[in-house]
């Protein structure tokens, strides 16, 4: 974990300076995330299984408008999680908002019928119970404010509405990180915290490829659904508009 950072005091009179947390933020586009966040004033929680790129990456970011602050997370391991989730609850006492960002296995050449099921297993780890994992361990921390947003970077991949036979492993862990977004924002609706899904669509970034959208158009969508200003819940949004589950 970095240096603990200042704690920002939150008063009824005073603006209320907002906790981002985003995992998987070292590069590609939970970094561009993290950037157009930390740019609307946010303190940033730059998420990374590699500290020290994580470090890297958060000093690129130095002189946004929010400070940026590189921590350890790897979501598949529930010690990091836990101890991220303490640390955050001693250094700031709330979280605000939070990208379920980290993602792996998008492989267009493999089948369900022929895959290995060890990546699947992984995906599964990584999309659906990596999420699960932060959003139990940090919603007490937003219960505290009546106050949340939470992303979960999905894609149009997943939408049962639709089907395909490439991806499978990426393809499936999306389809159950969708039906954990509604059921979690069905259990929250009222609350004042907020549980939607965004596509970012097919962006350019070292899993996606070449030939995608810029990143900075794919982070929009998500940082749209992460400063909501009114309490929409349990969609699947791209670009600011909702898309068939």
Not at 124 to 140: K, T, V, Y
Request: proline share 5%.
């Amino acid at each position: 974990m970095s240096r603990p950072a200042r704690r920002v005091p939150v008063t009824a009179t005073a603006p209320v300076y907002r906790v981002a947390l985003v995992s998987g933020a070292n590069r590609g586009l939970g970094f561009e995330v993290a950037r157009q966040l930390s740019e609307r004033g946010m303190t940033v929680l730059l998420g990374a299984r590699d500290f020290d790129k994580g470090l890297h990456a958060a000093r690129k970011l130095a002189g946004a408008a929010g400070e940026v602050i590189a921590v350890q997370l790897d979501v598949t391991q529930q010690d990091q999680v836990d101890t991220l989730a303490r640390w955050i609850e001693i250094t700031y006492g709330r979280l605000d908002v939070l990208v379920n960002n980290a993602g792996a296995h998008y492989d267009p050449a493999t089948r369900p019928a022929t895959t290995d099921i060890a990546p699947a297993r992984d995906a599964m780890d990584i999309h659906l119970f990596g999420s699960w994992r932060l959003c139990s361990a940090l919603l007490p921390l937003m219960h505290r404010h009546h106050y949340g947003r939470i992303v979960n970077v999905s894609s149009g991949c997943g939408a049962t509405a639709t089907g395909g036979a490439g991806c499978p492993a990426y393809r499936i862990s999306k389809a159950a990180l969708n039906s954990y977004t509604r059921s979690l924002a069905a259990e929250l609706d009222g609350s004042g915290i907020v549980v939607n899904a965004v596509c970012p669509g097919w962006v350019a970034t070292d899993m996606g490829g070449s030939g995608g959208r810029p990143v900075a158009d794919g982070a929009a969508g998500i940082v749209w659904a992460a400063c909501l200003p009114q309490p929409i819940t349990g969609g699947f949004f791209r670009d600011g508009q909702r898309i068939a589950w």
